[in-house]
């Protein structure tokens, strides 16, 4: 059966073996329920012992045992694992030496494999370096470079000896680089000179210099770069260590990483991720990734957005192998290098599949090692997901959303359950939620709030008010419980499963990176073109990844629409991100707004999906 319009029908359907070979499968035995549903009521109604057997499953290390799972005398702020001790790195690396951990590959079609074993010699070596260069626990670190394998090893290296992680994403304009250098002042920041990208070297290392970076420490892959005197290439910085370093433990909330995700203004908010988020990756990758130690999984990201975090996680905790690609998940040499390494579980965005769809540029390679993909970080077209699948010979599709907040999902889908594409068949396990209308009742349309608590769910933001951006205001629920905001919206279908409406507030996500409406308006109005301008994202009618709409009142009529547009994408693709592209100009003369005079962004999508 085909997705067609607006189609609810599964088009998938798991067989016998998927079905016996599911880690949920698994579950459902060992925690006596009948079915799939059993387990997510039990992993809500007995959240403490669903979480309890799923660390004892894993065996995961704690240094010093908890005295409860889950202590909820603060609503807001859980406190998970209480009264103990660990290092979620000790977690990560309990496969055997022997054991692929990530195998690498570029655009040029080289490959280069890296053992469990060799992981840890080579964390081993980063962490004594570091701490050779008085990096000491609670220092800040920045990474901002490729999904690498030596990404891969500082990211665990830097949290082993109690430091933190900034993440900044390195496709970020100058200008954004420096607003969350200023939020979070980093000691060292690692970096590489330029990134390849399908034959391009474009400069990472000048933008951090324009960034008035701190000292850096600089991966080249190219012969021709002059260093500052503070800073240092990765050569000599990583001399030989002969001392192991043995992991610091600490309480489960101590930040492990700082990651940013952008609000309703034009700062963005920077989310701590702690020992406990990681547990969360890793949960949501066992029961709904089906990830087994044999996998291989590709996802293509950075440690810059959240997925790349989650894939460390999710990988190492199940002791699966990541496949990291050093190029452009467009070109064809990313398709050959699916084919060569055997991924078995690949990650997109539908932004990606959309571009693969239109060109067809992966249908000359065999990806019949592929037994799922999972799909994140906008909203998916039926079509192109269907097309998506049929590149694996129709292999299921796991919708998974979340956000940098989550640590995760709150809504995905299963190897157990019927596909459907573009939609989600369960909330996340250990997760509740409600859809509800603009009164606060319970409606099949309408705003998600999450029902907390929830493993993974951030408690505190470094630069803003937590409670005011996620509770202030806002009523119980219909069963009188917690509400906490995400901003999402969803629509429930008659078969029980969901699928995605977009946002509610002034957030969207363009080609898989979450912005808001400040952020781009801010760059604009800048430009000193316009008298007023808003920035709003738009479901396409066959749903589908975001687009950004640009309404404007001009100052004066002298450049035609098609300058100002070209003008507008030039803009953003400078300051802000040269993934983020203008779909549409609507040159207005007045804006609505409020009583307040706060523009009506909601009016604005009528206007413009009625145009």
């Not at 400069?203 to 503070?230: C, D, G, H, M």
């Not at 396409?540 to 507008?568: H, M, Q, Y």
Request: aromatic share 10%.
């Amino acid at each position: 059966m085909s997705a067609t319009k607006g189609s609810t029908y599964p088009i998938w359907y798991p067989d016998d073996k998927t079905i016996a070979h599911a880690n949920i499968t698994q579950a459902l035995t060992m925690l006596s329920c009948k079915n799939y549903s059993e387990l997510w009521q039990y992993s809500t109604d007995h959240l403490s012992d669903f979480i309890d057997y799923f660390i004892k499953l894993k065996k995961i290390p704690f240094a010093k045992p908890y005295s409860a799972v889950l202590d909820t005398s603060s609503a807001t702020h859980p406190i998970w694992f209480k009264n103990s001790k660990l290092n979620i790195t000790d977690s990560c690396l309990t496969a055997p030496d022997e054991k692929l951990a990530i195998i690498e590959g570029d655009e040029n079609g080289s490959l280069q494999t890296y053992s469990y074993g060799e992981l840890k010699l080579l964390i081993k070596q980063i962490t004594g370096n570091l701490k050779r260069l008085q990096i000491k626990s609670g220092d800040a670190i920045a990474i901002a470079m490729p999904m690498t394998v030596l990404a891969v090893a500082a990211y665990l290296a830097i949290i082993k000896i109690g430091a933190k992680v900034i993440a900044i994403a390195d496709s970020l304009a100058t200008e954004e680089i420096a607003t969350r250098l200023k939020i979070i002042k980093p000691k060292l920041i690692i970096t590489q000179d330029y990134i390849q990208r399908t034959n391009k070297h474009l400069p990472l290392y000048e933008k951090f210099i324009a960034a008035q970076a701190p000292s850096l420490l600089v991966i080249t892959t190219q012969n021709n770069i002059t260093l500052r005197k503070k800073d240092l290439t990765w050569e000599d910085f990583l001399k030989p260590v002969a001392k192991e370093t043995i992991s610091h433990k600490t309480f489960p909330q101590a930040t492990t990483a700082i990651l940013f995700s952008s609000g309703t203004t034009n700062i963005p908010k920077a989310i701590p991720w702690d020992h406990t988020t990681g547990l969360k990756c890793a949960l949501d990758g066992f029961f709904h990734q089906d990830i087994h130690p044999n996998d291989r999984i590709c996802w293509p990201t950075n440690l810059g957005w959240m997925m790349g975090h989650w894939l460390i996680y999710a990988a190492f905790i199940n002791q699966a192998s990541i496949a990291l690609f050093n190029g452009s998940p467009l070109s064809e040499a990313f398709g050959k290098f699916i084919e060569q390494t055997k991924v078995s579980i690949l990650g997109v965005v539908p932004s990606m599949v959309k571009i693969w769809h239109a060109t067809k540029c992966m249908e000359k390679f065999d990806w019949s090692s592929i037994r799922l993909f999972s799909s994140t970080g906008e909203s998916s077209n039926p079509y192109d997901i269907e097309y998506l699948m049929s590149l694996a010979s129709h292999k299921p599709v796991i919708e998974y959303c979340g956000g940098t907040e989550i640590g995760g999902a709150y809504i995905t889908s299963t190897v157990v359950q019927p596909n459907i594409p573009s939609c989600f068949s369960t909330p996340a396990l250990g997760n509740r939620f409600a859809v509800l209308d603009e009164n606060f009742n319970l409606s099949n349309r309408g705003e998600v709030f999450l029902c907390p608590p929830a493993l993974g769910l951030s408690t505190t933001l470094l630069n803003k008010d937590h409670f005011e951006v996620y509770y202030q205001g806002l009523p119980t629920g219909p069963q009188h419980e917690l509400l906490r905001r995400h901003g999402d919206c969803l629509e429930k279908l008659g078969n029980g499963y969901y699928r995605a409406l977009g946002r509610n507030d002034d957030t969207m996500k363009l080609g898989g990176i979450k912005t808001s409406s400040a952020e781009i308006e801010k760059v604009l109005h800048d430009l000193n073109l316009f008298q007023e301008v808003a920035a709003i994202g738009v479901t396409p009618p066959d749903n589908g990844p975001t687009l950004l709409v640009i309404f404007a009142v001009i100052l004066n009529n002298k450049l035609s629409v098609i300058e100002l547009k070209e003008i507008i994408q030039q803009t953003i693709k400078n300051k802000l991100n040269p993934l983020f592209k203008a779909h549409d100009l609507k040159l207005v003369d007045e804006l609505p707004k409020t009583a307040s005079n706060k523009i009506i962004r909601k009016e604005l999508k009528n206007i413009y999906d009625k145009m």
